[in-house]
C-alpha cells in the first residue's frame, strides 16, 4: 500500500499566518493516464471532511483561495495563505492513484 | 444539492456484523462511485471500499474477506456490511461520493459505531 507521510503533525499558528503541510508518497502518485490523484481534505471539528484540492493543485469550488497545493510524484504541499480561525481543523492528504486508496495520518491546526 | 446520510446502529457486539445504510439524495448513485471510509478514534482514516455506478465493487485488501458493500437503486440507498466485528473495528463512519477527477466530493455526516460487548 502506498504510505502518506504528513508533516507536522500538529502546527499553531496565529490568525493571519502563512502556513504549509506536506506530504509525502511512498511512491509516485503519477497516474498512466497523467494525472496525479493527491487531493486535500479539512475535517473541522464534529464536521465531515471537506475536499479542499484535487488533482494536486485545482481548488474545489466554493473553498477560499487561500488555501493552495504544489507538488509533483512524491512530495506535495498544501499553503494556507493567511490563517483564518475557521481553518483550524484536521489536515488530510488523501491519494487515489493506486488502489488501496489511502490516507495521510493528519495534520492538526490550531490556533497559537 | 447533493446529500449523503448514514444510519445503523451504534453499537455492535464482538463477532457480530455491522450493518449501516447511506442515504442520497440530490443524485442518482447510477452515476459516479460510492464509498465507506471509517476514522478510527485518533486521527487514522481508511478507505473501505466502493460501489460503482454499474454496480460493481472494489474493497481494501485489509477487509476484503469481511466486507461486502450492494446497494438498492430504487432507494438510492447503498449499503456497508462488515463481518465478524472485533474492538478495532470501533471507528466513526462515513459514506462519501467518490468521482474520478475530483475524488470525495460529499460526505455524510457519519456514524460513530463502537464494538463491544
Known amino acids: 500500500d502506498v504510505v502518506l507521510t504528513q508533516t507536522p503533525p500538529t502546527l499553531s499558528a496565529t490568525i493571519g499566518q502563512s502556513v504549509s503541510i506536506s506530504c509525502r508518497s511512498s511512491?509516485?502518485?503519477?497516474?498512466?493516464?497523467?494525472?496525479?490523484?493527491l487531493n486535500w481534505l479539512l475535517q473541522r471539528p464534529g464536521q465531515p471532511p471537506q475536499l479542499l484540492i484535487y488533482l494536486v493543485s485545482r481548488l474545489e469550488s466554493g473553498v477560499p483561495n487561500r488555501f493552495s497545493g504544489s507538488g509533483s510524484g512524491t512530495d506535495f504541499t498544501l499553503k494556507i495563505s493567511g490563517v483564518e480561525a475557521e481553518d483550524l481543523g484536521v489536515y488530510y492528504c488523501v491519494q487515489s492513484t493506486h488502489a488501496p486508496w489511502t490516507f495521510g495520518g493528519g495534520t492538526k491546526l490550531e490556533l497559537k | 444539492e447533493v446529500q449523503l446520510q448514514e444510519s445503523g446502529p451504534g453499537l455492535v457486539k464482538p463477532s457480530q456484523s455491522l450493518s449501516l445504510t447511506c442515504s442520497v439524495t440530490?443524485?442518482?448513485?447510477?452515476?459516479?462511485?460510492w464509498g465507506w471510509i471509517r476514522k478510527f478514534p485518533g486521527n487514522k482514516m481508511e478507505w473501505m471500499g466502493y460501489i460503482s455506478y454499474s454496480g460493481s465493487t472494489s474493497y481494501n485488501p485489509s477487509l476484503k474477506s469481511r466486507i461486502s458493500i450492494t446497494r438498492d437503486t430504487s432507494k438510492n440507498q447503498f449499503f456497508l456490511q462488515l463481518n465478524s466485528v472485533t474492538t478495532e473495528d470501533t471507528a466513526t463512519y462515513y459514506c462519501?461520493?467518490?468521482?474520478?477527477?475530483?475524488?470525495?466530493?460529499?460526505w455524510g455526516q457519519g456514524v460513530m459505531v463502537t464494538v463491544s460487548s
Open positions: 462519501a461520493r467518490y468521482r474520478g477527477i475530483t475524488g470525495f466530493d460529499y
Open positions: 511512491q509516485s502518485l503519477l497516474h498512466s493516464n497523467g494525472n496525479t490523484y
Open positions: 440530490g443524485y442518482s448513485i447510477t452515476s459516479n462511485y
